[in-house]
């Protein structure tokens, strides 16, 4: 699984790393710099400390992480989970007084957001060598610790009483079937979100035929979410019948005992996040946040996610990859440039605000 990850995705990310490449909760305990040389947080290592850390992914898998985080380095680890637009505005706001030191999981172009910013401070860790160029930041700004795919979410009863079947391409999702009847998220709050409209970009050829869509699927919407992940929760609970969010939270959702949902993949195309970790700029905590990146990007670190239900694929080759992470063979991935996608946000955002959901 391992090498077909790197293989169908060389030839989608490559090109652009060598260009240039959710409520917020309360916290819960749980040019580059040089670092120590091994890849995996020293056990040994119980130095006193204490980190915040700013979260985008599921929270459960957040408090784990931030449980061994602790138990392997003795460095306590407070974590707030945020949507990854509610982080960079928390981010933005908090710049010449940072609150955080860590920004963990969400996807990689709102961290190049950030970076444009100069709001992330690089850091080259040893660890990172072991990740592909193409999941990583040449500078150190960010570096991938996950890959994860969009999908669709639909209830099961909903596609049986109006005798559907669950949206194969971006397409069906404009059916009238399902006016008023699909959840996602706002791409302003929401890192998953942004990958969707961007991805939906991309699958339609160009700008304008991506916004033109885009214009289409907005009577279709019942509520844009905060977070990239609620839609999932809604269309479990029968509250829509058509979630837009990633793969990967789908498949916890069924595990957690939302079984009237479907997963498909869009055949016509789907985006993913690289999701990252990367050191907040004027951290007052350096040392400790550095530290906090060799520890995430080492295989025991990335296989923490496993044990809450978080079926990412990985980044470290040497991480036992998820049984039920999606498999590359059975989708198409479309050519998506986390570069490119952070450097257009702001001005993407500005227009889906007054074209679409005006």
């Known amino acids: 699984m391992k090498k077909a990850l790197s293989a169908t995705l060389a030839v989608i990310l490559t090109a652009s790393v060598a260009a240039g490449c959710g409520s917020a909760d309360k916290p819960a305990s749980g040019g580059a710099a040089s670092a120590p040389a091994s890849g995996e947080a020293s056990k040994t290592d119980k130095s006193k400390g204490k980190l915040t850390v700013y979260v985008g992914f599921q929270e459960d898998h957040a408090v784990e992480a931030m449980k061994q985080f602790t138990k392997d380095t003795g460095i306590q680890a407070d974590m707030v989970r945020m949507s990854g637009g509610e982080i960079l505005a928390k981010i933005r706001a908090e710049k010449d007084n940072p609150q955080a030191d860590i920004w963990y999981g969400g996807p990689a172009d709102t961290f190049v957001a950030a970076m444009n910013e100069g709001l992330l401070a690089p850091y080259k860790s040893p660890a990172a060598e072991k990740v592909d160029a193409k999941y990583k930041d040449p500078n150190g700004h960010w570096t991938g610790i996950y890959v994860g795919f969009l999908g669709f979410a639909s209830n099961k009863k909903f596609l049986k009483d109006h005798n559907l079947q669950a949206p194969q391409t971006w397409e069906d999702l404009l059916n009238p079937a399902y006016k008023g009847q699909i ?176």
């Open 183 to 358: 959840v996602m998220a706002n791409p302003a709050s929401s890192g998953t979100a942004y990958t969707a409209l961007y991805t939906v970009l991309k699958v339609k050829g160009s700008e304008d035929k991506g916004f033109d869509y885009l214009k289409k699927l907005h009577p279709q919407v019942q509520q844009y979410t905060t977070s990239g992940s609620a839609p999932g929760r809604m269309v479990g609970m029968g509250e829509a019948a058509v979630g837009v969010l990633f793969a990967h939270d789908v498949i916890k959702y069924q595990e957690e005992g939302f079984d009237t949902m479907e997963l498909t993949i869009p055949k016509d195309g789907t985006g993913y996040e690289t999701g990252a970790v990367a050191v907040i700029k004027n951290t007052k905590n350096q040392e400790l946040a550095q530290k906090f990146v060799d520890w995430s990007l080492g295989a025991s670190a990335q296989e923490v996610g496993q044990r809450t239900g978080s079926y990412q694929n990985l980044t470290n080759p040497d991480a036992k990859e998820p049984k039920k992470a999606i498999k590359l063979s059975d989708i198409n991935p479309i050519q998506y440039d986390p570069t490119e996608a952070g450097k257009e946000r702001k001005r993407l955002l500005d227009k889906w605000n007054s074209e679409v959901k005006k």
